[in-house]
C-alpha cells in the first residue's frame, strides 16, 4: 500500500483504528493484571489461598442476588415507562358490549347517518359474506362533527348492535410527559385489541377526539413534542395498515370535531380511515324526535308541543336538548311542579342559549345604559334582519353578559346571503348607535358586538367577496403552512390594506344605517327601553306587541 | 444470554473447584524450627531460635536494648518483633497439623531482662478469617516480663526453659493478666493497691489468689472478690469452659474471702 492509501485509509478509518488500538491496549491490561493475579495466587501461602477461594462462592452468591435485584429493577421500569405495563398502559379498560347496552334504537334522529353506519355494522358482522365476494372489511370509521352531536353515541350503539367488545379512548390519553409514551400507548392498546380480537372474532376500538394526536405531523421545534406526536401517529398508521399487519378483525372507530382535511391524509386514506361519517346538528324533524325520546325518559304535561320546542331549538345538538330537559326536570323540583311544564322547558332553555342569572348588583344609572343597549339590539334585529327573529331581550346579567338580545331564524338558513350578514352586523352595532343617540357618548360594553361585527365584515371580505372594491376569493385559502405548523398568509401587504379598507367600509356603512334608523325611531328606542327597564325581559310575544304599538312589521314579513 | 451467562457461572466454578482441589499446605510440621528460621532470615534478614517442645513453638530472639526511658519499646525493637510475629504467623498458618500455641520471648541481653508473649494459635486463626476483632485477639495475648539476670548475654537462648503450655495454665496467665489490667486502670489505680496476684494451674484445678486493698473508697467502687470472679468467668467462657480445667478457686486474703467452683456450676452459673 502506497503512502497516499495510508492517508486515505486513516482518513476513512481513524475513528475505528483509534478505538480498536484502545480496545486491545485496555484488554492487553486486562490479560497482564489476570496474569499478575493468577501468578500471585500461586505464591500465597495456602492459608491465605485458602482463604481468598473460600470467599468466591459468597461473592459469587452475592454477585447473582445482586444482579438479579437490579435485572428486575431494570425490568420492572422499562416495563413500567415503555411496554405496556404502568405508564405505557392506558386507563380505560374493556367494555362488554352488554355494558355499552346503547340500543340501536336509543339512537334518535340522523337517520341517513344511522343507514350509512348500519351498512357499515353490516360488514363488520357479516365478515365471512364479504369475504366469499373477495371484498375487504373496513378497518376504519371516521366521524365527523360539531361537539354533542352524537358521535360517541353512535359508536357505543356500534359496539351493541355487533356484539364485539369495545375498547374506549381519547386522543389526549396519548399525550405523555415522556417521549415514547404516546407510541407505547398505541401499542399497549393494539396489543389488546389483538388478544380480544382473537378470542371474540373481532375487537372495536373507538378513538375519541382523534385530532389530538391525528392532526398533520410537523418538524419538532426542540423539546420532543413533536418527535412524540409523529411517533404516536405514525404508531397508529402502523398499526392500522402498516407492513406487519396481518388480518386481525380490528375495527377502529373515531371521532372528532375538526375538518377531515386537518387530520394528517396519511390517516384518512382508503385503507385506513376510508369510511367518514358526517354528522350534523339534527334537523328540525329530529329535534323533534329527540324532544320526544328525551321527555318520555321524565314525567310531563301532555299539552307540551315537541314541534314547538323543536322549532325554538334551532341549531341545538342533541346534548343540548338533552340538557335542557334535564334542566327542565331541576327546575319543575325547584318550583314543586309534578311534571314538567312548558314554562319549566321555557326557562331551561333560556340557561341553555343565554346562561344562567348571575349576581352582579346593577346601578340605576347601570340598568337605564344597558337597557337603551340592549333595545339598540332588538330594534335594529327586529327591523332590518331578513330571517332572525327577535326572541328575547334582557337586562338581567347573566353569565358574562349584563344584558342579552337573542335572536334566531324560524328555519336552518343553510345559504346566507350578503344581506343576512350584513343585517347581523347592524345588529352587533345598533348597541353602539344607542348609546351615541341617547347618551351623546359610548361605553365599553360595545367590545363582543365589535368583535362580532369586525369578524363578520372580515369574513365578509377576505372569504366571500362581498367587499366594494369587489376583490374576489377566499384569501385564506392562499395560507402556506410550514413544517412546524405555523400558517402565513401569502398576501401583499398592499392587498391587505385594501381588503382591511372593504372591511372598514362596511362596517362605516351598516352603522350609518343603523343610526339613521334609530334616530328615526328615537321614540320606539325610548319606549323599548322603559318597558326593560320595567319587566327586566322581554319575551318574543312582548317584543312584537311593542313592535305592532309602533307599526312595525319585519323584513320577512314585509315580502310576504 | 440467559445461556452464556449461565455457562460463564459454570465454567468459573469448575476452575475454582479445581484450583480448590489443588490447595496443599505450604509448610510442614516436622521442618517447623528450620522453616521459621529461614524465613525470618530470608525475608528480613533477622536471626532467631526456634525450638517445638509438644505442641508448643517457642522462639528466642535476643535483643541489646528493649525498653526506651519512657518505659516503651524501643521503635526498633518493636518493628523487630513485628515481622518476627509476622513470619511466625506466616508459617503456622500455612501448616499442616499446627501446634496449640506459640510464644515469642525477647530478652534484652544488657540488662537481663525477658518479655513473653503467648498466643493460643487457634485465636490467631479466628482473628485471621475474621471471626474475633483485633480487640478480642489482643485480649487473648498473655504477655509476661520479668527481671533474669540469667538473660544477660545470652544469645542463644539457653536460659528459657521451653515446656509444652498448657490450656489451664495459659487461662491462668490470662485471668491474672486482665484483673491487674482492670485494678490498674486509670480511674481506679488510686483506690486500690495490688499486694499480691497470683494465678496457678496443676491437675485441673486452677487457683486465684490475690490480696488486694482498697486504699481511698468512694460510691460504686469495685469489689475485688466480685470482679475476680466476673473475669474468671469471663475467660473461661471464651474458651468455653474446658474440660480439663475441673475446679477453680478463688481467694481473697485481704477480705479472708474464698469460693470454690467446680466446672458444672461455672457453666451453670453464667
Known amino acids: ?234 404508531q397508529l398508521l402502523t398499526e392500522m395498515d402498516g407492513l406487519r399487519q396481518v388480518e386481525n378483525n380490528i375495527i377502529i372507530i373515531a371521532a372528532t370535531n375538526v375538518r377531515e382535511d386537518e387530520l394528517d391524509s396519511a390517516l384518512t386514506r382508503a385503507g385506513r380511515f376510508e369510511r367518514k361519517i358526517y354528522i350534523a346538528r339534527p334537523r328540525l324533524h329530529d329535534r323533534e324526535k329527540l324532544f320526544e325520546y328525551y321527555l318520555k325518559k321524565v314525567k310531563y304535561e301532555a299539552l307540551i308541543d315537541t314541534k314547538l320546542l323543536a322549532r325554538r331549538a334551532l341549531g341545538f345538538s ?114 353602539y348607535a344607542a348609546e351615541k343617540i341617547k347618551f351623546g357618548t359610548t361605553g365599553s360594553g360595545v367590545s363582543s358586538d365589535f368583535e362580532h361585527a369586525l369578524l363578520t365584515a372580515h369574513n365578509m371580505v377576505w372569504l366571500w367577496g362581498m367587499g366594494e372594491s369587489g376583490m374576489l376569493g377566499n384569501f385564506y385559502s392562499l395560507a402556506l403552512e410550514d413544517a412546524y405548523g405555523r400558517t402565513e398568509l401569502n398576501v401583499s401587504d398592499a392587498m391587505k390594506q385594501k381588503l382591511e379598507e372593504d372591511t372598514q367600509k362596511i362596517l362605516r356603512y351598516c352603522l350609518k344605517d343603523v343610526e339613521e334608523i334609530l334616530t328615526r325611531e328615537k321614540e320606539l328606542l325610548e319606549y323599548f327601553a322603559q318597558e326593560l327597564l320595567k319587566k327586566g325581559e322581554l319575551e318574543y310575544d312582548e317584543i312584537v306587541e311593542i313592535f305592532k304599538k309602533y307599526g312595525k312589521e319585519r323584513p320577512q314579513d314585509r315580502s310576504l | 444470554m440467559v445461556k452464556n451467562a449461565l455457562r460463564t457461572v459454570l465454567f468459573s466454578f469448575f476452575i475454582l473447584s479445581c484450583c480448590a482441589c489443588s490447595v496443599s499446605p505450604s509448610y510442614s510440621r516436622r521442618d517447623i524450627e528450620s522453616t521459621i528460621k529461614n524465613l525470618c532470615k530470608q525475608e528480613f534478614n533477622i536471626d532467631v531460635k526456634v525450638w517445638e517442645a509438644g505442641d508448643t513453638i517457642w522462639v528466642y530472639s535476643p535483643f541489646e536494648k528493649i525498653v526506651n526511658s519512657k518505659g516503651g519499646l524501643e521503635n526498633d525493637v518493636s518493628e523487630r518483633i513485628r515481622r518476627i510475629l509476622l513470619s511466625l504467623r506466616r508459617v503456622i498458618l500455612s501448616m499442616e497439623n499446627r501446634p496449640k500455641f506459640y510464644c515469642f520471648v525477647a530478652s534484652d541481653i544488657n540488662v537481663g531482662f525477658d518479655l513473653y508473649y503467648v498466643w493460643r494459635i487457634n485465636d490467631l486463626v479466628l482473628f485471621e478469617v475474621g471471626y474475633i476483632s483485633l480487640g478480642d485477639f489482643q485480649e487473648r495475648e ?129
Open chain 1, 1 to 234: 500500500m502506497t503512502n497516499s492509501n495510508w492517508k486515505k485509509y486513516w482518513k476513512l478509518h481513524w475513528i475505528k483504528i483509534i478505538v480498536g488500538l484502545v480496545g486491545l491496549a485496555l484488554f492487553s491490561i486486562l490479560v497482564y493484571l489476570l496474569v499478575v493475579g493468577m501468578k500471585s495466587f500461586v505464591e500465597l501461602e495456602s492459608f491465605y489461598k485458602k482463604m481468598t477461594l473460600a470467599s468466591i462462592p459468597l461473592q459469587l452468591f452475592l454477585g447473582i442476588i445482586t444482579a438479579f435485584i437490579f435485572a428486575g429493577i431494570y425490568t420492572f421500569f422499562s416495563f413500567y415507562f415503555f411496554y405496556g405495563g404502568g405508564m405505557a398502559k392506558l386507563g380505560q379498560k374493556k367494555v362488554k358490549p352488554a355494558d355499552v347496552n346503547v340500543k340501536w334504537t336509543d339512537v334518535v334522529g340522523m337517520e341517513s347517518v344511522k343507514k350509512e353506519v348500519w351498512e357499515a355494522i353490516n360488514l363488520i358482522r357479516d365478515r365471512a359474506q364479504l369475504k366469499r365476494v373477495g371484498g375487504k372489511i373496513i378497518k376504519g370509521i371516521l366521524m365527523v362533527g360539531p361537539p354533542g352531536c352524537g358521535k360517541t353515541y353512535l359508536a357505543k350503539a356500534i359496539a351493541t348492535e355487533t356484539g364485539l367488545p369495545f375498547l374506549p379512548a381519547v386522543g389526549s390519553e396519548f399525550v405523555g410527559m415522556f417521549v415514547g409514551i404516546g407510541t407505547a400507548r398505541m401499542k399497549s392498546l393494539f396489543k389488546e385489541a389483538r388478544i380480544l380480537a382473537d378470542l371474540n372474532g373481532g375487537c372495536i376500538i373507538f378513538i375519541d377526539e382523534i385530532d389530538s394526536i391525528g392532526r398533520h405531523r410537523m418538524a419538532d421545534s426542540g423539546g420532543g413534542a413533536g418527535l412524540d406526536h409523529n411517533a404516536t401517529i405514525n
Open chain 2, 142 to 270: 498473655a504477655f509476661i516480663y520479668a527481671l533474669n539476670t540469667k538473660a544477660l548475654g545470652d544469645t542463644e537462648g539457653s536460659h528459657i526453659s521451653r515446656y509444652d503450655i498448657k490450656l489451664g495454665e495459659f487461662i491462668s496467665y490470662l485471668i491474672k493478666q486482665n484483673i491487674e489490667k482492670k485494678f490498674n486502670s486509670e480511674n481506679v489505680k488510686d483506690n486500690f493497691r495490688i499486694n499480691d496476684l497470683r494465678t496457678r494451674y496443676y491437675n485441673g484445678k486452677l487457683e486465684i489468689n490475690f490480696n488486694i486493698m482498697i486504699k481511698k473508697y468512694k460510691e460504686g467502687l469495685l469489689y475485688p472478690f466480685d470482679e475476680a470472679v466476673a473475669v474468671t468467668k469471663k475467660i473461661l467462657k471464651v474458651y468455653d469452659y474446658p474440660a480439663e480445667i475441673k475446679e477453680v478457686t478463688i481467694h481473697d486474703a485481704f477480705n479472708k474471702k474464698s469460693r470454690f467452683y467446680t466446672r458444672k456450676a461455672l457453666i451453670e452459673d453464667k
Open chain 1, 318 to 431: 342533541p346534548a343540548d336538548i338533552s340538557s335542557m330537559v334535564g334542566e327542565a326536570s331541576l327546575i319543575a323540583v325547584r318550583n314543586r311542579h309534578e311534571r314538567i311544564t312548558y314554562k319549566d322547558l321555557s326557562e331551561a332553555y333560556d340557561r341553555v342559549v343565554f346562561g344562567l342569572k348571575s349576581e352582579v348588583f346593577l346601578s340605576d344609572e347601570e340598568k337605564v345604559w344597558i337597557a337603551y343597549h340592549e333595545a339598540g339590539h332588538a330594534i335594529i334585529g327586529y327591523l332590518t334582519h331578513p330571517t332572525d327573529d327577535v326572541i328575547k331581550a334582557s337586562i338581567i346579567p347573566r353569565k358574562d353578559f349584563l344584558g342579552v338580545v337573542g335572536h334566531r331564524p324560524k328555519e336552518e338558513v343553510n345559504v346566507a346571503p350578503k344581506e343576512y350578514w350584513l343585517a347581523n352586523i347592524k345588529i352587533s352595532l345598533g348597541s
